[in-house]
T-cell receptor
Framework: KAGVTQTPRYLIKTRGQQVTLSCSPISGHRSVSWYQQTPGQGLQFLFE???????NKGNFPGRFSGRQFSNSRSEMNVSTLELGDSALYLC??????????????FGSGTRLTVV | ELKVEQNPLFLSMQEGKNYTIYCNYS?????LYWYRQDPGKSLESLFVLLSNGAVKQEGRLMASLDTKARLSTLHITAAVHDLSATYFC????????FGKGTSLLVTP
């Protein structure tokens, strides 16, 4: 079955611009989570969506936002980009069920560089 | 605030040797995950540990969970070069809370 698809794979943006990243989860998975990975801060949770509702949110400024559509695809948006937003953004999808061991499957990520 | 500490952060070991990576966490959790990440790649799921005393093995890797001690271990048996990667533990509490990762290098 198809895995978690993230687009685009690479992105270069200028400070002050905004960016939208996309994530298509595994078919049937209704939970989509977003994580930011940087060398300094490691892997940090951004937010989780389930059935179009944000369930949890990490400790990031309001410039970071997201949404989920009825087909479970999710987008995250970062406005007014800063140099420190340069990171690998990872999306994870989950069935959130014991039958699936509550597993989280990660996409290949979007590498964002802010210049 | 949930803290997840992995040690060691860097590990260089010879092929054929055994070693253990430790993952300590600060508050109760219902499940613990181990992931592998190769350079420039995404996270590959290795194990999900759901209960106290859980032990799972896959090839040369074995993971265990002690919820009372808030400790999980990832044991590597007879390491081979292909195991060189960064290994992360993640504790679930509302979301995955990751350790800083253990960068493993297996040398001949």
């Amino acid at each position: 079955k198809a895995g978690v698809t993230q687009t685009p794979r690479y992105l270069i943006k200028t400070r002050g611009q905004q960016v939208t990243l996309s994530c298509s989860p595994i078919s049937g998975h209704r939970s989509v989570s977003w994580y930011q990975q940087t060398p300094g801060q490691g892997l940090q949770f951004l937010f989780e969506y389930f059935s179009e509702t944000q369930r949890n949110k990490g400790n990031f400024p309001g410039r970071f936002s997201g949404r989920q559509f009825s087909n479970s695809r999710s987008e995250m948006n970062v406005s007014t980009l800063e140099l420190g937003d340069s990171a690998l953004y990872l999306c994870a999808s989950s069935l959130l069920k014991m039958a699936d061991n509550y597993g989280y499957t990660f996409g290949s990520g979007t590498r964002l560089t802010v210049v | 605030e949930l803290k997840v500490e992995q040690n060691p952060l860097f590990l260089s070991m010879q092929e054929g040797k055994n070693y253990t990576i430790y993952c300590n966490y600060s508050t109760t959790s219902d499940r613990l995950y181990w992931y592998r990440q190769d350079p420039g790649k995404s996270l590959e799921s290795l194990f999900v540990l759901l209960s106290n005393g859980a032990v799972k093995q896959e090839g040369r890797l074995m993971a265990s969970l002690d919820t009372k001690a808030r400790l999980s271990t990832l044991h590597i048996t007879a390491a081979v070069h292909d195991l060189s990667a960064t290994y992360f533990c993640a504790v679930h509490r509302y979301a995955l809370n990751f350790g800083k990762g253990t960068s493993l290098l297996v040398t001949p």
